[in-house]
């Protein structure tokens, strides 16, 4: 009975952080690029009351008896599905289209994060920053090869919304008309003269175990060495690859930047009500074996009386 009683104890415990987790993910159903949890349940050690024996030329073996113990959790898994696209037709609101994250740097402490939420804005340097003021990072200039793009000896660092350093063929006095980005997340400048020229380009990072990821509050992830970048490695002076065209949007993999747009959680409403309903069915379920336990043993210390 006491076997009975801990191991719907288990049960209770476990089920009600399913429900934290179901709860977690619909109190951020608005929340931008939200990637809803999953807890993964897995059985604890068994105990072995007797051992199964082989089978012989005389005799059939038998089977083992085994007595679980009660549930526990394996994970609570992150689902890097892909949430909605919506339009916002803000400039600096970036989308990502398929894989990938953006990469913020906190210019306090050097700290770099990968996020999915790029509802970003520029701040009064003309930097592109998250609402906790860290900086966008990609190739910070235009492209020094005479083709146009962009090679390893091209300075990485924070992404700028501003003139920067205008084609010589520019007016002098030539102002910014129309700032734009494209899907290979280029930021176009068109000057009042009608020069247009790249002057910098944002960049992508791909990961091979992204559930290694943990998750630090405000859209934000750290653990970025340890969910293993795809590349050269993570580190705060070179964030990406030495190879650029490997972290380009809409290349090697990586999807495409939505501007103007913004991804939603991907949390699914319905689903999680009806994970609820059977968490909490779970969740009775083994409270109903506690009380049943806590009864039998009332039962088994009333037979001395």
């Not at 972290?247 to 999807?255: D, K, V």
């Amino acid at each position: 009975m006491l076997r009975a009683l801990n191991t719907g104890v288990t049960g209770i415990r476990q089920y009600q952080t399913n429900l934290d987790t179901i709860g977690n993910n619909l109190a951020n159903v608005n929340t931008v690029g939200f990637k809803a949890g999953r807890v993964e349940f897995a059985d604890t050690l068994n105990q072995t009351l007797r051992a199964g024996t082989p089978d012989s030329a005389t005799r059939s073996g038998t089977s083992s008896v085994q007595v679980g113990n009660g549930v526990d959790i394996a994970s609570v898994r992150n689902l890097f599905t892909q949430g909605a696209v919506n339009q916002t037709g803000v400039t600096t609101d970036l989308a990502i289209s398929g894989e990938g994250f953006f990469i913020v740097k906190n210019i306090a402490t050097n700290e770099l994060f990968a996020t999915r939420a790029g509802d970003f804005r520029v701040d009064s340097n003309g930097f592109l920053v998250t609402d906790q003021g860290f900086r966008v990072q990609g190739f910070q200039d235009p492209p020094t090869a005479a083709d146009g793009l962009y090679t390893d000896a091209d300075a990485q660092g924070h992404i700028k919304f501003d003139k920067g350093t205008a084609p010589a063929a520019a007016a002098a006095d030539a102002g910014i008309s129309n700032i734009a980005l494209d899907g290979s997340g280029k930021i176009n400048i068109l000057l009042s003269d009608g020069t247009q020229y790249v002057r910098g380009q944002i960049l992508l990072q791909r990961f091979s175990n992204p559930n290694a990821l943990l998750k630090q509050g405000n859209n934000l992830y750290t653990g970025l060495t340890t969910a293993g970048p795809l590349g050269a490695g993570i580190t705060a002076a070179q964030p990406f690859d030495a190879t650029p065209t490997k972290n380009a949007p809409n290349s090697s993999g990586l999807g495409r930047i939505e501007s103007g747009a913004l991804e939603l959680s991907n949390v699914d409403i319905a689903r999680e009500f009806s994970n609820m309903i059977t968490t909490q069915r779970a969740f009775q379920a083994n409270a109903r074996v506690v009380t049943a336990s806590d009864t039998i043993l009332q039962e088994i210390v009333q037979l001395t009386r």
